[in-house]
């Protein structure tokens, strides 16, 4: 099976999508994939272990992708060998009456991983830069004082919007949030295809509805926001990966070796020293319960 390295799929200089290849050959069988993605998602438990019991970093992985990029299970296979207690996944929908009463980033500022934790955003706050900006008039429903009609929402907004973002993850970064971001790069025809198999296959049946394919009519739109937003906000404390997408095992492997490769390069993550005290007393400790 190929070696990958993780810098390939690192966004850097101008990113073109159409450049970006949505399938990538690890020269293996989809059952070595697999294989492999399980060897890496056990030592990445592992480690989510140890950064529990570190106690100094938090990871944020945020996953965004155009319709049936494969999100979901992507999130549940990737992380499928962690400890509960140290993984939440938040899926971001419509924002409520109340979240739209606070600025567009309060509830994701809500449920950042406190520092030992991983969280996961199936969706993030990428989506009011892309979502709103291929449909404007959502971001009339923020209410804000400045921006009274569509011909307020300039590309003066987007570029502020960029710049809070930016401010908001170099913020999370100093104080000790790992952030990672995939973008899930599918191709249409495999997007074709997906859609095709939630109408004929009856269990998939529910995951289809009729929007996908107004949203689908949109493809141009969202590909050059989504180009315009990586190139804006790839930064070196929360970098864009552009994940091949279009064969699952193979996106699923890369994501799971960029966290893996990455995480191991934080050299000061171990598990923490057992206090003197505690440490001198432990045969005592032992001889305490052997004797009840």
């Known amino acids: 099976m190929k070696n990958i390295k993780i810098d390939h799929f690192k966004a850097s200089g101008p990113v073109v ?6 399938i990538y050959d690890l020269n293996a069988s989809e059952d070595k994939i697999e294989k492999e993605l399980e060897e890496v998602r056990v ?4 480690l989510q272990d140890t950064m529990y019991a570190h106690g100094k970093y938090a990871v944020l992985v945020c996953i965004q992708g155009m319709d049936t990029a494969g999100k979901d299970s992507m999130i549940r296979e990737v992380f499928k060998d962690f400890n509960t207690r140290g993984i939440v996944v938040h899926s971001f929908k419509t924002p409520t009456p109340l979240e739209l009463k606070h600025d567009y980033l309060w509830r994701h500022y809500l449920r950042l991983p406190a520092r030992g934790k991983f969280g996961i955003f199936n969706r993030t706050h990428y989506e009011n830069v892309l979502v709103t900006r291929v449909h404007p008039q959502y971001v009339l429903g923020e209410n804000l004082p400045n921006v009274t009609s569509l011909e307020d929402i300039d590309e003066t907004f987007w570029e502020r919007r960029f710049k809070e973002i930016n401010n908001f993850e170099q913020h999370i970064a100093d104080n000790g949030t790992i952030v990672f971001k995939f973008f899930l790069h599918l191709s249409k025809s495999e997007q074709k295809d997906r859609l095709l198999r939630r109408l004929e296959k009856k269990e998939k049946n529910w995951k289809f509805s ?68 505690i440490k001198a007393h432990l045969e005592s400790y032992k001889q305490q319960l052997e004797n009840e």
């Open 210 to 277: 009729p929007g996908d394919l107004k949203e689908r009519e949109l493809w141009d739109a969202y590909q050059h926001c989504y180009e315009d937003a990586i190139n804006n906000t790839s930064k070196p404390h929360a970098p864009w990966y552009i994940i091949p997408a279009d064969d699952k095992a193979t996106a699923r492997y890369i994501v799971a070796r960029v966290l893996l490769d990455t995480l191991q390069t934080y050299h000061d993550i171990e598990e923490p020293e057992l206090d003197d005290e």
């Open 43 to 46: 030592t990445l438990g592992k």
């Open 17 to 22: 999508l159409e450049e970006h290849k949505t």
